[in-house]
């Protein structure tokens, strides 16, 4: 089992960038797929991207494809968001996500796929 707990949100005018930090804690970090998902009042939650267990592939939703960048230091524990060029349509809780996998090419994009979930932190873009 992972604990996952998500920092780095916060409030940015358009153009703006943001760094995503995601601590695991518990089993082995370098076990599970990460991934990047956000939701919107009302809606369900959307994926964002993801990243292979030993972190040399990725995965993008086209909605942040160029923009955002998901990299992880498996030595902390930690997978990062970078989020470039930010706009108001990105506003959302963004959740980290975990699933345990020895796959060199599991790169889930379906939330039912993840096992484990951070509480979540807020992203603001103002106009």
């Known amino acids: 089992q992972v604990h996952l707990v998500e920092s780095g949100g916060g409030m940015v005018q358009a153009g703006g960038s943001l760094r995503l930090s995601c601590v695991a804690s518990?089993?082995?970090?370098?076990?599970?797929?990460m991934a990047w998902f956000r939701q919107t009042p009302g809606k369900g939650q959307d994926f964002v991207s993801s990243?292979?267990?030993?972190?040399?592939?990725?995965y993008y939703a086209d909605s942040v494809k160029g923009r955002f960048s998901i990299s992880r230091d498996n030595a902390k524990n930690t997978v990062y968001l970078q989020m470039n060029s930010l706009k108001p349509e990105d506003t959302a809780v963004y959740y980290c996500?975990?699933?345990?996998?020895?796959?060199?090419?599991?790169?889930?994009?379906?939330?039912?796929?993840?096992?484990?979930w951070g509480q979540g932190t807020q992203v603001t873009v103002s106009s």
């Open positions: 996500a975990a699933v345990l996998t020895a796959s060199i090419t599991y790169l889930p994009t379906n939330r039912g796929a993840y096992d484990y």
């Open positions: 990243i292979l267990w030993r972190g040399d592939t990725q």
């Open positions: 518990g089993r082995r970090f370098s076990d599970y797929t």
